[in-house]
């Protein structure tokens, strides 16, 4: 199978063509055929690219771990998938990802795609909206009429956020440039706070239930005095990973696969109550400029997508 790789001792995301044999999916484990991948652009840089689990070096790695795809091959005691079933997930971030034709992943980090999306759309959802869930839901332990501020509301998380806590019920307020005011509008946001010119302390009336952070820094240590002493603040900003800062560090997750979560979410995009965003849709070739900001003329929301191979009838 044709795969692309993270080429050795690269700061930059060059990426190099090789041809690995097809992967044999072993117990457990399901074979995806990947039709497309949404590319988060910080991933060269992650702990996970240029380690192994135990810490040791890694080289090479094949980046990019959400995808959209048909069931290639079921490993030994998978029951609840079928060969050429359409699916979307993720896979373990220490594993090849799905820069290839073809990906192994855990068949409890996967579910049926939802049916009323295109597969270059499917593959924007699965890490986005399952970091967007688990921040609202399992660290912030959203409640209807919680009043819920959004970080970087107009980032690909930050849209699931906003819609899903609208959904529950939260009241949300979101940071963002002025131009995508309308837009955050039209999913749920109620109030809007422009981050060039606006320092959210001094805007939002009194504290909130939820800080739900996707930019950390400055902005993160600015929120925790906007947080109700018995509520949450969630971030999961890349620069959170590393902070020596207790606060931040209590505030980090990362996202975990969770089938039952991605089919409650593929349920609420089919009945046309949660939206994807595709900020462009690149040629498997051309996935390197997706990580080096080089792709032009996208929408601006959402992930770049990058095609693998053409979906199967
Ligand atoms: N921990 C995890 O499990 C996990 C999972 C997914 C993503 N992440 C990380 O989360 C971060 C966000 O991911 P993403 O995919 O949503 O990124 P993204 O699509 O690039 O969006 C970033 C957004 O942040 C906005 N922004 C930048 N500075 C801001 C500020 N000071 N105040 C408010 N908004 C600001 C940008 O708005 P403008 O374009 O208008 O400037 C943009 O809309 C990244 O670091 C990513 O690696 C972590």
Redesign the pocket.
């Known amino acids: 199978m044709k795969v692309l790789r993270l080429a050795k001792s690269s700061d930059s995301a060059k990426l190099v063509e090789a041809t690995l044999a097809e992967p044999e999916p072993g117990p457990g484990q399901v074979l995806v055929r990947v039709s497309a991948t949404a590319i ?4 060269p840089g992650w702990f996970v690219t240029s380690h192994d689990a135990s810490g040791a070096p890694r080289e090479g790695a094949i980046l990019s771990h959400e995808f959209s795809g048909t069931v290639a091959a079921l490993g030994s005691s998978v029951h609840d998938f079928t060969v050429g079933q359409a699916v979307f997930g993720m896979n373990d971030w220490f594993a090849d990802g799905a820069l290839a034709e073809y990906c192994l992943t855990g068949h409890t980090f996967l579910a049926p795609a939802p049916l009323r999306l295109a597969p270059t759309q499917a593959a924007t959802v699965p ?2 909206a399952l ?1 967007a869930w688990q921040g609202l839901f399992q660290h912030g332990h959203l409640h209807p009429g919680d009043r819920v501020l959004v ?9 699931f956020a906003i819609q899903i806590a609208h959904l529950h019920g939260a009241h949300v307020i979101a ?3 002025p ?2 005011f309308p837009l955050l509008r039209g999913l749920g946001a109620k109030e809007l706070i422009d ?1 060039h010119s606006q320092r959210f302390e001094e805007v939002i009336q009194g504290p909130v239930d939820i800080v739900f952070d ?4 400055d ?1 993160l240590l600015r929120s925790f005095a906007m947080v109700k002493h018995d509520r949450f603040v969630v971030t ?4 959170s ?1 590393s902070s020596g800062d207790p606060r931040v560090k209590n505030s ?4 975990k696969p969770n089938p039952r979560q991605l089919m409650e979410i593929a349920t609420l995009i089919d009945t046309g109550k949660l939206r994807t965003f595709v900020d462009a849709v690149v040629p498997f070739a051309d996935a390197a400029d997706a990580f080096n900001g080089k792709v032009t003329g996208g929408t ?1 929301h ?2 770049v997508v990058v095609t693998v191979n053409p979906p199967t009838l």
């Open positions: 988060t652009p910080t991933e890490i986005s970091t970080h970087g509301g107009a980032g690909a998380v930050g849209l940071t963002a440039s131009e995508d981050y996707t930019v950390g820094g902005t999961i900003a890349t620069t990973e980090f997750f990362i996202v601006g959402g992930k």
